[in-house]
């Protein structure tokens, strides 16, 4: 199964994302937490990253890009994966588009997690993480809005996008995510 989830920062995403990799042995693709691991290994493109992050902006499409197409022809894909923090923006659908044409392994679904503002900015404001603070939380939603919630467009065109609540405990949100997943196995 090969899976995009989609959600703004604090939708739970992260906690979703792991449920789903272990149920569907999935490979879990993350970009946040490659760029994370970067970041704590003082790497160059770590410390490149870092600078973006922190200030909650998006790191450059090309370095993201990169990332994600060497691990997609990694073996740990070969059996599925899922995205998870990427794509983000247009361009980089279209280059995710490229490169899963390129090597024949098309989408099966595109999972939106939707959770209101207002509750996004208490869920965030209490998970204290170095990006959570109030002025960079702004930053990340408003990016969310304006960049990533168009590839929900994109995909319902192509008849790939789920919407799922997003609200609720993590056991019934998850609920709800399985009867959608389960359609594609
Ligand atoms: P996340 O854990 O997905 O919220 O990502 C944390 C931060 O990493 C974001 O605020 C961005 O600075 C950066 N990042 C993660 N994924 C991407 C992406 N696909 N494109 C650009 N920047 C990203």
């Not at 998870?84 to 980089?92: A, C, E, I, K, V």
């Amino acid at each position: 199964m090969r899976i995009i989830l989609i959600g703004p920062p604090g939708a739970g995403k992260g906690t979703q994302a792991g449920r789903i990799v272990d149920s569907y042995r999935l490979a879990h693709l993350s970009t946040g937490d490659i760029l994370r691991v970067a970041v704590e290994a003082k790497s160059d493109f770590g410390l490149l990253a870092e600078k973006y992050m922190l200030s909650g902006q998006f790191v450059p499409d090309n370095v993201i890009i990169d990332i994600i197409s060497e691990r997609l022809v990694s073996p740990d894909c070969q059996n599925g994966f899922l995205l998870d923090g990427f794509p983000r923006n247009l361009p980089q659908v279209s280059a995710l588009d490229e490169m899963l044409q390129s090597n024949g392994t098309p989408l099966d679904v595109v999972i939106e997690l939707r959770v209101p503002d207002q509750e996004l900015y208490r869920r965030l404001s209490v998970r204290g993480r170095a990006d959570d603070k109030n002025d960079v939380i702004r930053n990340r939603l408003s990016d969310y809005a304006k960049q990533t919630e168009p590839l929900l467009k994109h995909y319902d065109k192509q008849s790939l996008l789920k919407t799922i609540d997003g609200q609720g405990d993590v056991i019934t949100i998850f609920e709800r995510i399985k009867k959608t997943l389960d359609k594609f196995i």
